[in-house]
């Protein structure tokens, strides 16, 4: 396994569902990331866990909820989502600590009809 | 005033050409800087860290400009497959990323 993964590569839901993603990065780095991608907007910041701690929450709505078990893994939980939030959805993971450079999965292509 | 901005291009230059793009930030106490490539519909791949002394990586180029607040990245001799857009990232204290909206590059064969 290389880099940072990610699954599904591709969800489909409805407003009632609930869905989880998911995000392994096998690079030894302590800190990982969501980012949002919506159509010709710059990628927003969701979550940050270093050490496996929440250090930062970018005023998400709480129909978004992160979990981070152990610095490898990185879930987002999805309830009662809003068609605004289809977007690509990426998981990224750097060292802890600083501002150093990130790595990105492939994202998931989110739909919610 | 954008935290970090880009020309979005499209950028459309033959093969062989030489290109530059610009990239200002507007926080002079960011730390690190970035430039990633990212392939339509695809992830963002890191291109290469930009340094204070400028660095190369063979055909990129890129430059710091921290008086006037800006990074540069210069592609020589373009190929067809560098035709992607390409993200200028400003890192601004632990953990925090703004990301440019990118700038478009075509290479025309």
């Known amino acids: 396994e290389t880099g940072v993964t990610q699954t599904p590569r591709h969800l489909v839901m409805g407003m009632t569902n609930k869905k989880s993603l998911k995000c392994e990065q096998h690079?030894?780095?302590?800190?990982m990331y969501w980012y949002k991608q919506s159509a010709k907007k710059p990628l927003e910041l969701m979550f940050v866990?270093?050490?496996?701690?929440?250090?930062e929450n970018n005023s998400v709505p709480s129909r978004f909820s992160p979990e981070c078990p152990n610095s490898s893994h990185l879930f987002l939980h999805l309830h009662t989502l809003q068609p605004e939030d289809s977007a690509l959805y990426l998981c990224?993971?750097?060292?802890?600590?600083?501002?150093?450079?990130?790595?990105f999965g492939p994202g998931t292509r989110l739909t919610v009809t | 005033r954008k935290e970090v901005e880009q020309d979005p291009g499209p950028f459309n230059v033959p093969e062989g050409a030489t290109v530059a793009f610009n990239c200002t930030y507007s926080?002079?106490?960011?730390?690190?800087f970035f430039w990633y490539r990212q392939d339509c519909r695809k992830e963002p791949k890191l291109l290469m860290s930009v340094y204070s002394s400028g660095n190369e990586d063979g055909r990129f180029t890129a430059q710091l400009n921290r008086a006037s607040q800006y990074i540069s990245l210069l592609i020589r001799d373009s190929k067809l497959s560098d035709s992607a857009t390409y993200l200028c990232?400003?890192?601004?204290?632990?953990?925090?990323?703004?990301f440019g909206t990118g700038t478009r590059l075509k290479v025309l064969a």
């Open positions: 990232v400003v890192g601004s204290g632990t953990y925090k990323y703004i």
């Open positions: 990224a993971s750097s060292q802890a600590g600083g501002s150093y450079e990130q790595y």
């Open positions: 866990y270093s050490l496996e701690e929440r250090v």
């Open positions: 690079l030894g780095h302590n800190a």
């Open positions: 926080n002079s106490a960011s730390q690190s």
